[in-house]
T-cell receptor, first 115, second 114 residues
Framework: EAGVAQSPRYKIIEKRQSVAFWCNPISGHATLYWYQQILGQGPKLLIQFQNNGVVDDSQLPKDRFSAERLKGVDSTLKIQPAKLEDSAVYLC?????????????FGDGTRLSIL | GDSVTQMEGPVTLSEEAFLTINCTYTATGYPSLFWYVQYPGEGLQLLLKATKADDKGSNKGFEATYRKETTSFHLEKGSVQVSDSAVYFCALTRANFGNEKLTFGTGTRLTIIP
């Protein structure tokens, strides 16, 4: 089966600019996650979707970050305006259903550098 | 809140050496425990998991046992290879009203020298 697809792989922008990342989960996976992985740290959950509804966005900086999954399939994560501390790898993951016994499958991530 | 503490790296070993990467956790209830591996330039891949106390997860020669009494899930391999060079993350999740977010440790970078 095809894995989780993310684009772009790399992005370089200046602070205060905006940026968007795209994720296409594994076909049939109802749950989609966005994680932020800062260099030297483990990934941290930003937002979790179940189909097109938000399950958890408690750690999403809502003043600058937004995410949507309008048709319950692919998803977009946006940052506007970007800050230097947003430099990180943004990982998308999906799972078959929202239960702890279904593993999360990760994409290769988008590496964002803020100048 | 939930947390995972991993052995600090980097760890450098010779090929065929024995590997242990320590992981301890703090969580209420009965979390599921995972080891993920991240090869250079790639996303995370599930290496193994254990969902209840005394379970042993295993894959590709790696093993980890869920020890509730010591709140630990140490990763071991008897004979490492150069291809095992990667960053290893310990993680946990608790099913909570459908929220299965993974809480990760900081990762341990492993380098195997031929």
């Amino acid at each position: 089966e095809a894995g989780v697809a993310q684009s772009p792989r790399y992005k370089i922008i200046e602070k205060r600019q905006s940026v968007a990342f795209w994720c296409n989960p594994i076909s049939g996976h109802a749950t989609l996650y966005w994680y932020q992985q800062i260099l030297g740290q483990g990934p941290k959950l930003l937002i979790q979707f179940q189909n097109n509804g938000v399950v958890d966005d408690s750690q999403l900086p809502k003043d600058r970050f937004s995410a949507e999954r309008l048709k319950g399939v692919d998803s977009t994560l946006k940052i506007q305006p970007a800050k230097l501390e947003d430099s990180a790898v943004y990982l998308c993951a999906s799972s078959l259903a929202g239960t702890e016994n279904q593993p999360q499958h990760f994409g290769d991530g988008t590496r964002l550098s803020i100048l | 809140g939930d947390s995972v503490t991993q052995m600090e790296g980097p760890v450098t070993l010779s090929e065929e050496a024995f590997l242990t990467i320590n992981c301890t956790y703090t969580a209420t209830g009965y979390p599921s425990l995972f080891w993920y591996v991240q090869y250079p330039g790639e996303g995370l891949q599930l290496l193994l998991k254990a969902t209840k106390a005394d379970d042993k997860g295993s894959n590709k020669g790696f093993e980890a046992t869920y020890r509730k009494e010591t709140t630990s899930f140490h990763l071991e391999k008897g004979s490492v290879q150069v291809s095992d060079s990667a960053v290893y993350f310990c993680a946990l999740t608790r099913a909570n009203f459908g929220n299965e977010k993974l809480t990760f440790g900081t990762g341990t970078r492993l380098t195997i020298i031929p």
